[in-house]
């Protein structure tokens, strides 16, 4: 089963993993030992966030909930935390602890208070159709980072998919995979060429049932296309390995 995310406690003595089995297993760094599995998602676990004091671990998952651990007991904490109306993809806390910040295929951010598990204010919503991650500014005081959309097409020679894309949608990105002799970039006008590179299995990556996973090292790699706005077009940026 694949891994989908992972996330370290403060003081670095914990790692939480989950993904497609359902549950989100914790381990002990130091020896590497598993230390308890968490059983609770009724579908894909893909968000994982420990509190700062590292006494809370937050999940949520494609079943729509987020979910509250004790980190010392294992155990849950009262009732899943539901309001999101479809898949719901990460999790954080802010660095206080005092506020929970969850993010969904709904296309809102949901404030929570890990103490009682109530909603705070309303659901925060523009125009993304849907919210992938989510991360409070180091002061706490605001959802750090603007929305970055990005499109995705699997676009070979001079197809005009991305084009398309674009008369409905307004995106700051593109990922284009098997762009044969870069030939579809005269489709593309306006984007300023970029070449990312990971390692991987990359035939054919949507054959996830055979190991074939660039499609997911490629997603994988979408928080740090931040760091490529001061890049020169035309330049060439490799992910860290997975």
């Known amino acids: 089963m694949f891994v989908e995310t992972v996330a370290f406690s403060r ?22 030992q598993e230390i308890r599995t968490l059983l609770g998602h009724t579908s894909n676990v893909y968000g994982v966030a420990f509190s700062p004091d590292g006494r809370l671990l937050a999940t949520a998952g494609l079943d729509g909930a987020v979910r509250l651990w004790d980190v010392g007991t294992h155990r849950p904490i009262g009732t ?71 499109s995705v097409a699997d676009e070979e020679e001079a197809s005009t998919g991305m084009a398309e894309v674009l008369r409905h949608h307004t995106a700051d990105a593109a990922v284009v995979t098997e762009p044969t002799e870069l030939a579809m970039v005269v489709a593309h006008k306006g984007f300023c060429w970029m070449e990312v590179e990971t390692e991987g299995l990359a035939a054919h990556g949507s054959r996830w049932q055979e190991g074939i996973d660039a499609n997911l090292r490629m997603g994988a790699s979408w928080p740090g296309w931040r760091r490529l706005a001061p890049a020169p077009c035309g330049s060439t940026w490799r992910t860290p390995p997975a």
């Open 11 to 32: 003081d670095g003595r914990r790692l939480a993993s989950a993904g497609w089995d359902r549950s989100v297993k914790v381990w002990d760094v130091a020896t590497g």
């Open 80 to 150: 899943p935390l539901t309001g999101h109306t479809d898949h719901v993809l990460a999790v954080d806390f802010s660095p206080d602890g005092t506020l929970l910040a969850s993010a969904s295929f709904d296309g809102t951010v949901r404030l929570w208070d890990p103490h009682t598990g109530q909603p705070i204010g309303r659901p925060l919503a523009g125009r993304a159709r849907n919210v992938l991650e989510v991360a409070f500014s180091p002061d706490g005081t605001r959802l750090a980072g603007d929305l970055m959309i990005i």
